[in-house]
């Protein structure tokens, strides 16, 4: 049995329009995902089985590839919801990834508390803010782009994010009805806010290359000249205000 989706025909349509004017951003984001892949393997090979903080790190930043890839398909395929979904799941994880490498005896305290009451105890939307303040790994002045891990993290993805985690009747309008004709879409569409796409997609390359950071800050894995390249062109094609400054990666 082919389990094919309910839409096909309609994804692989939004697909080659989407396409046609966001192609070299696509692209890159392609290169993008493939470089976090390659950093998974490099870090996995030096991570010990004993070692309970390099498991978590590798563990999220693994997740993430996974939802970063299943994100990206469902936003070529026209549904921007669900991508920006996981993508609120990647931001919390990069969030964690982060706090842990600053604070390791948070990970044991993640790890022996129930979620409620960590949560309660270490509030997430604090947690960039102590890097902010006082991070040494992730220490804001390496990254010349960057003011606040909190504002480019927790407010520009995560929060975010959450709008379309939750049933907000504002956003679920702007997704189904085209705004110029109001026309009602019930099947996946491409958008026809062409800005709104490409934002878009440039938050997934945003959450992509933070995931890497997060892998070469506290991995440290070898990088190839190409890899460097990579992360620097795509670079290119954020917003300056999100961009995250080659000069913070090993060079190693």
């Given at each position: ?21 966001l192609s070299a951003e696509l692209g890159h984001q392609l290169v993008l995902l493939d470089t976090l892949d390659d950093y ?41 919801r669900s991508a920006a979904v996981l993508l609120r799941t990647v931001s919390e994880q990069l969030i964690l990834g982060m ?154």
């Open positions: 049995m082919q389990f094919d989706g309910l839409f096909k025909d309609v994804e692989q349509e939004n697909a080659a329009e989407l396409n046609k004017y998974l393997n490099k870090s996995n090979s030096g991570v010990s089985t004993n070692n309970s903080l390099q498991i978590t790190i590798l563990n999220l930043m693994a997740q993430n590839l996974l939802l970063l890839n299943n994100s990206y398909l469902l936003f070529t395929q026209g549904y921007l706090f842990f490498c600053e604070n390791p005896e948070k990970e044991e305290e993640y790890k022996s508390t129930p979620h409620q009451d960590f949560f309660r105890n270490n509030r997430i939307e604090k947690m960039l803010k102590q890097i902010d303040d006082n991070g040494k790994i992730f220490k804001i002045e390496n990254f010349s782009k960057f003011k606040f891990w909190n504002k480019h993290i927790f407010q520009n993805l995560f929060e975010e994010m959450s709008h379309f985690s939750h049933v907000d009747l504002e956003v679920i309008n702007s997704l189904m009805l085209d705004p110029t004709t109001g026309k009602f879409h019930k099947t996946p569409w491409v958008h026809e806010d062409k800005v709104l796409l490409r934002i878009f997609l440039r938050k997934i390359m945003v959450c992509t290359i933070f995931s890497i950071l997060v892998l070469d800050k506290f991995f440290e894995p070898e990088q190839s000249a190409d890899q460097i390249d990579a992360i620097k062109v795509a670079t290119g094609y954020i917003n300056g205000s999100l961009n995250v400054a080659p000069t913070g990666f090993s060079t190693s």
